[in-house]
C-alpha cells in the first residue's frame, strides 16, 4: 500500500509518501509548499491543489491522509487550514483517490503511542520507524499521518 500524507496549511502544507510492503514502511518522498503571506489566497490554494494533483499523478498513491484541522484560539488560521484542507480533497476527489482524515491525537497515538506527544517526540518517531532524517515539521506530520493510515486496521467486509 502507498500513502500521500497530508499537513495541510495555507502558509506550508506539508507531504510525505510512505509505501507498506511485506510488513515494512519507507518513505519515498516528502516535502512541503510554502507560499507567501502577500499572496493571492485563490494562487496560494492552487499552489497546493496543483501540488496534491502532481504527487498523485507521479506516485499513483492507493489512498491519501490528511490531518484535521486543530481549531486552536484564532478563527482565521482555521478558516485558512480548512481552505487547504478543502484544496487537498478536490485535488483527490479529481483523480479518484479516497482521502481519508485523522485527529491529530489519534495521529500522534498511532506512531508515538501516546496521543498528546509533542512534535519533537513525532519527529523522532517517524525518523525512527521509516529511517529518514526530516528537517521540516510539516513534513514529518505529513508522514506520520501516512505511517498512522498505512498501518491502521482494516475492516473486512465478508
Known amino acids: 500500500m502507498k500513502v500521500l500524507g497530508i499537513d495541510p496549511g495555507t502558509a506550508a502544507c506539508g507531504y510525505g509518501i510512505v509505501q507498506e510492503s511485506e510488513g515494512r514502511l519507507r518513505a519515498t518522498a516528502h516535502g512541503c509548499w510554502r507560499t ?12 497546493i491543489f496543483d501540488g496534491v494533483a502532481g504527487l498523485i499523478a507521479a506516485h499513483a498513491p492507493d489512498a491519501v491522509a490528511l490531518e484535521e484541522s486543530y481549531v486552536g484560539a484564532d478563527a482565521r488560521i482555521a478558516l485558512s487550514v480548512g481552505q487547504a484542507r478543502g484544496a487537498v480533497l478536490v485535488a483527490c ?28 517526540q513525532v519527529q523522532r518517531m517517524v525518523k525512527l520507524v521509516l529511517g529518514v532524517e526530516v528537517a521540516n515539521n510539516h513534513a514529518s506530520d505529513a508522514l506520520a499521518v501516512a505511517i498512522c493510515h498505512a498501518t491502521a486496521p482494516r475492516m473486512v467486509l465478508a
Open 93 to 120: 476527489a479529481n483523480a479518484g483517490v479516497a482521502a481519508t482524515e485523522y485527529a491529530p491525537a489519534h495521529v500522534k497515538q498511532a506512531v508515538c503511542g501516546y496521543g498528546r506527544a509533542e512534535k519533537a
Open 36 to 47: 507567501r503571506a502577500g499572496q493571492r489566497q485563490d494562487l496560494r490554494l492552487k499552489t
